[in-house]
């Protein structure tokens, strides 16, 4: 699909957690490239699973309750799954950074600034086996602080956390991120805390890093819109599954899974935060006993017979363009062949 070799390959991810009432089969089968410089979105109804994707990529899923149970997630060539704790450290914020929703869970709040930038710089030079003196981390911590435009860094880098507006923390949760010069940025709800107006800067300051650093991106939002802002590709997640995977241009001029239509009506307006889907009735289904065939099936209003059956295979419909839906006849398992395709329920 991408003209860069993918440097992040997720195979066939397949991830349960075993809860007091049964498995709940929660990813169910995702896969998905990111190049150099790539810029991937992935989209979906709260609940369908992006966050167990972006805490599987940096190892951070609790096990138990969580089992991987299938798949691969390979970074240059390794299967990060085959990782020790020791070494997944290593990558942890070195080659691969997460930004998260919530910027007061992950910045402490009786430390300043400067303390938890300068303690985050030389972590990342122990992990190289460098050493960084205190002067030279807060030069570069000040350094990175004004690449995400926080004013007067030399000054506010001595604040703590809480003398910093919303906006203003993510911008420094962004510099962290970017103090171990990552290959690879997660951000998973970045803006989802913030008011339109915040959001709308953070996201073009996001926009401007990846230009100028040319960091690969998987950027995560229930918001299309907030994903269209920032990626070149989109991969659209329904319940454990990716539906469709394509460029942004072409999920709106032509969306081709019916649940990506229904949430392309569901955003008339980009402003107005939403995160239930109008166009769609029902909601997203149980993942323990989940249904049978094409998950979406139960709300779709193209579904057939084989839809409760069986489940379709995310394949191309054009280049750069994949879709797992039998209304598409690449998505039809090589064992059933289309004549079986029983007419559509009324
Ligand atoms: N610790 C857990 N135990 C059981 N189920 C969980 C746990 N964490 C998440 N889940 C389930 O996994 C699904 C996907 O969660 P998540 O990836 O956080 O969704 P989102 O797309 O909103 O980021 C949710 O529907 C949730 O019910
Ligand atoms: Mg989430």
Known sequence: MNTEPSILEVKDLKIHFDTFEGTAQVLDGCSFTLGRGDTLGLVGETGCGKSITAKAILGLLPVPPTRIVSGEIRFHSRDLLDLSEKDLEKIRGNQIAMIFQDPMTYLNPVFSIENQMIDVIRGHARHANKTVSRGAAREKAISLLNAVNIPNPRQRIGDFPHEFSGGM???????????????????????????????????????????????????????????????????????????????????????????????????????????????????????????????????????????QKVKPVLADIESEHRVACFLYESSWPSASRPEERIKPLP
């Open 169 to 307: 923390r993510q911008r420094v949760l962004i510099a962290m991120a970017l103090a171990g010069d990552p290959e690879i940025l997660i951000a998973d709800e970045p803006t989802t805390a913030l008011d339109v107006t915040i959001q709308a800067q953070i996201l073009r300051l996001i926009g401007e890093l990846v230009e100028r650093f040319r960091h690969s991106v998987l950027l995560i939002s229930h918001d299309l819109g907030v994903v269209a802002a920032v990626c070149r590709r989109i991969a659209v997640m329904y319940a454990g599954n990716i539906v469709e995977l394509t460029t942004i241009e072409r999920i709106f001029e032509n969306p081709a899974h019916p649940y990506t239509r229904g949430l392309l009506r569901s955003i008339p307006n980009l402003a107005r935060r939403k995160e239930n889907l109008v166009g769609i009735t029902g909601s997203i289904p149980d993942f323990i006993e989940p249904p049978r065939g094409c998950r979406f099936h139960p709300r779709c209003a193209h579904r057939m017979d084989v839809c």
